[in-house]
């Protein structure tokens, strides 16, 4: 992976900004090495952080999510609608990638995290948030971002992108419920 803008980005979001309060549960991918820390400098590894063990909501991996960001090179002036935003982080990070004059579109189901969303969303005001399921009636943009497994890319999200647009899902065999 070597996309200095990606890792600028990522360099210009703090972490813990988009997370609730410490303490944070983190583990490494695959469920190993689970442990709680209230140093933001664990953040900053390669771990997922847990926001709803219940739900099995996680703030995901960095190292993945700068993969598909590097390969679907969000760029200045370009519309990303994201679904799932969950609490905001990589929200921040695709707001930092397509400014200036670019926007991003999140849709966050889960009434909580699309709340915390929007609060830790401030300092982007070219990202909003949307507090529907991302089957909604989408936007027209550039890239359509999804940070949730599906089986296959609904139409409404095929339908939101523009010509030449590029879409990024985890492939999930099971079916998702809610998005």
Request: net charge negative.
């Amino acid at each position: 992976f070597d996309e200095p803008r990606v890792e600028a980005a990522f360099v210009a979001v703090p972490r813990e900004g988009c997370l609730p309060p410490p303490p944070w549960r983190v583990f490494a991918p695959g469920g190993f090495a689970r442990r709680t820390t209230s140093d933001p400098a664990d953040l900053h590894a390669d771990v997922l952080v847990t926001l709803d063990a219940r739900r099995g909501i996680n703030n995901g991996q960095p190292s993945l999510h700068a993969a598909w960001m590097a390969a679907i090179a969000p760029q200045p002036g370009e519309t990303v609608v994201q679904i799932g935003a969950g609490t905001g982080y990589y929200t921040a990070i695709l707001a930092e990638l397509v400014t200036p004059g670019g926007r991003v579109e999140a849709y966050e189901i889960e009434p909580d995290l699309a709340t915390a969303a929007t609060r830790n969303l401030a300092p982007w005001p070219q990202a909003r948030i949307h507090a529907v399921s991302g089957t909604a009636a989408l936007p027209q943009a550039d890239i359509v971002y999804v940070a949730a497994g599906a089986a296959a890319p609904p139409l409404a999200w095929l339908e939101a992108l523009r010509p030449g647009g590029r879409l990024i899902f985890s492939f999930s065999n099971s079916p998702t419920s809610s998005i």
